[in-house]
């Protein structure tokens, strides 16, 4: 056990070590950082955290984190509302925006069916994205969750839910990735690969 | 560039990325941490880092941190007052003090010399070493500076400034460390291993 000289550093290594990822050694080092800082740098930076925490709104529509009551995409009316895309978290949606690719709207479930981390579909939001689907103004429902057992079993308890709805529904593709090479791709993406293989664009 | 759907959250992101070691991806990460806690533990986190930047003390005597003027290793009356020895950071410290071989006290210059990095000698507490010294008390100078040109300089440095006064300095040994092989220890510390050997015990 470290003894540190002094029990206020001891607290703001404990609240760091706190954070994912970050062992205590490290928390040393980032505090002795804030130290080294100007008072009004550390304040900007313990006032960001507070205010995030304290003022941060989720979008009411798709749950996605916004300074306002409906996230600017949700708001943006260029945007395709016909097609919603289904989405783990905030990272999620972040990746796919960076891509592009995609101009519908999103919605945030907040995680996948996890049994054993205790979280049932009650936890997330499927019950508002039935909702939303009951409008009836969405005609495409793309699943963007991870290729996982997790993300799999929430696949499909979302596809029996919407069922009953006349929606398209969709997975996002799996497949090798881009740049990889045939023969490092494991068996199961590459079977999966050439199973969903698309026509050729002549 | 990432889009972030707020402007609270890409403030506390860029916050946290300003930490050493901490990019955008791990930033965001720590930040959605954040919001998932509850709302007391993101005020304590905060709190910590606003105390200990505002009420964090330096000893006046050995320039460690402390919660007093004088640093709970200054104060203990158990100490050998008489044998000092200097080191880097209160890291260092912290790690000569998990070895329980060290019972004198520490004299932290905050930083090598490095002028690289703009770092004099009069940007390091080397001149409150020497009116330590100048007092008469101390016998012996442990130097317990990085194996590094800057940490050699600074030993150097301080050696000469020492000089003048009778007081014995040492240097921490160089050598293989325990529980290394030989064959791969770097030739530099196999060769000062050799020239400084020490005595068998009989």
């Known amino acids: ?3 540190y000289p002094s029990s206020l550093l001891e607290k703001a290594v404990s609240e760091f070590a706190k954070l994912p990822g970050i062992g205590r050694k490290t928390a040393l080092r980032l505090v002795l950082f804030m130290l080294k800082r100007s008072d009004s740098e550390v304040d900007a930076f313990s006032d960001a955290i507070s205010h995030v925490k304290k003022d941060i709104k989720y979008c009411k529509i798709c749950h996605n984190i916004s300074d306002t009551d409906i996230c600017p995409i949700c708001a943006d009316g260029h945007r395709d509302g016909q097609v919603v895309c289904v989405v783990e978290n905030i990272q999620d949606v972040m990746a796919i925006e960076n891509t592009q690719q995609f101009h519908g709207l999103y919605h945030v479930l907040g995680g996948v069916i996890s049994p054993m981390d205790g979280i049932g579909p009650n936890e997330l939001e499927i019950e508002s994205l039935v909702s939303r ?4 103004n969405i005609k495409e429902v793309i699943l963007a969750l991870s290729s996982t057992m997790e993300g ?3 696949s499909f308890y979302i596809s029996r839910k919407l069922a009953s709805f006349n929606v ?3 997975v996002i593709a799996r497949g090798i990735s881009v740049g990889n090479e045939l023969e490092y791709t494991d ?3 590459l079977g999966r690969s050439i199973l969903n293989r698309t ?3 002549k």
């Open 1 to 3: 056990m470290d003894r």
């Open 133 to 136: 689907v009951a409008e009836g």
């Open 152 to 154: 799999d079993t929430t």
């Open 168 to 170: 398209r529904m969709s």
């Open 187 to 189: 068996e199961v993406t």
């Open 199 to 201: 026509p050729l664009q």
